[in-house]
Nanobody
Framework: QVQLVESGGGLVQAGDSLRLSCVAS????????MGWFRQAPGKEREFVAA????????YYADSVKGRFTISRDNAKNTVYLQMNSLKPEDTDVYYC??????????????????WGQGTQVTVSS
């Protein structure tokens, strides 16, 4: 099992920045990819970004490309999501996820094996 704990959410104004962190523990050697998703009440969970655990491949949703950056620190078992130029439409609960098989489709939530509890990001206009 892998446990994931997110942090870094909060209330900011449009144009501000936030950095989310996700610390993995447990059987971290099984992780091949980490992802960030977000979800609003009553809506489906939406892909934001993903990164391979052992390589530098990164992937982004079109809505965040150029504004968000995903990175990782393997020594700390931590993945980050740097969010710049935040917009009110970025308001959501953000979830960290871990995948044991990077050959699977990285945009589909059900392809991931483990999930964090989520952290709220609220962007005011």
């Amino acid at each position: 099992q892998v446990q994931l704990v997110e942090s870094g959410g909060g209330l900011v104004q449009a144009g501000d920045s936030l950095r989310l962190s996700c610390v993995a523990s447990g059987r971290t050697f099984t992780i091949e990819r980490m992802g960030w998703f977000r979800q609003a009440p009553g809506k489906e969970r939406e892909f934001v970004a993903a990164i391979k655990w052992k390589y530098d491949n990164t992937y982004y949703a079109d809505s965040v490309k150029g504004r968000f950056t995903i990175s990782r620190d393997n020594a700390k078992n931590t993945v980050y999501l740097q969010m710049n130029s935040l917009k009110p439409e970025d308001t959501d609960v953000y979830y960290c996820a871990a995948d044991r098989d990077y050959t699977r489709n990285y945009v589909r939530p059900h392809e991931y094996d483990y999930w964090g509890q989520g952290t709220q990001v609220t962007v005011s206009s």
